[in-house]
T-cell receptor, first 115, second 112 residues
Framework: DTGVSQDPRHKITKRGQNVTFRCDPISEHNRLYWYRQTLGQGPEFLTYFQNEAQLEKSRLLSDRFSAERPKGSFSTLEIQRTEQGDSAMYLC?????????????FGAGTRLSVL | DAKTTQPTSMDCAEGRAANLPCNHSTISGNEYVYWYRQIHSQGPQYIIHGLKNNETNEMASLIITEDRKSSTLILPHATLRDTAVYYCIVRVDASNDYKLSFGAGTTVTVRA
């Protein structure tokens, strides 16, 4: 257990529905990252926050995706009007940017299946 | 644009050392070599990182060639729980370097 919690662990939804995932980082970590991983591939960066500010978004993050980190604590990732291509593992990670190592600690992920 | 090249898969025997190679011929002077692994159904786990000197911790050893164009991760006594996908990543070790760029990694299977 790395200390990064993700909920739910699994989500099955029908195409067109909206889904929301939650990530609780390690409490003192000021950076939070979202990645997406499809079968057989390594994780791909989606976006990251430093405290409550969203500082970078990948081109993979279409307009249907939105992420928030209110108060710089937990984060949510929402996907609107889900498509079958959104089926993937969504991983959250956190780190403490104040130290040079900036090692990212990952949660176990949320597996999304869009039917 | 892949910065590292790793074999797709490898097997090793339980109790023996597992040597995982990684090529990073275009590595810059300020880029570190990081290793993560991902056990099935879990998130990636940090293993070790280094710049140019060899590094060792409780999980593994990292050997970096003098020209820094390649490295080897060594699991000294592999166990069945070391079966995982291992990712070699190069990145600047700075607080403003915010993302990890994963490739496909090496699938390591430890056999009894």
């Amino acid at each position: 257990d790395t200390g990064v919690s993700q909920d739910p662990r699994h989500k099955i939804t029908k195409r067109g529905q909206n889904v929301t995932f939650r990530c609780d980082p390690i409490s003192e970590h000021n950076r939070l990252y979202w990645y997406r991983q499809t079968l057989g591939q390594g994780p791909e960066f989606l976006t990251y926050f430093q405290n409550e500010a969203q500082l970078e978004k990948s081109r993979l993050l279409s307009d249907r995706f939105s992420a928030e980190r209110p108060k710089g604590s937990f984060s949510t990732l929402e996907i609107q009007r889900t498509e079958q291509g959104d089926s993937a593992m969504y991983l959250c990670a956190s780190s403490l940017a104040a130290v040079a190592k900036n090692i990212q600690y990952f949660g176990a992920g949320t597996r999304l299946s869009v039917l | 644009d892949a910065k590292t090249t790793q074999p797709t898969s490898m097997d090793c025997a339980e109790g023996r050392a597992a040597n995982l190679p990684c090529n990073h011929s275009t590595i810059s002077g300020n880029e570190y070599v990081y290793w993560y692994r991902q056990i099935h159904s879990q998130g990636p786990q940090y293993i070790i990182h280094g710049l140019k000197n060899n590094e060792t911790n409780e999980m593994a050893s990292l050997i970096i060639t003098e020209d820094r164009k390649s490295s080897t991760l060594i699991l000294p006594h592999a166990t069945l729980r070391d079966t995982a996908v291992y990712y070699c990543i190069v990145r600047v070790d700075a607080s403003n370097d915010y993302k990890l760029s994963f490739g496909a990694g090496t699938t390591v299977t430890v056999r009894a």
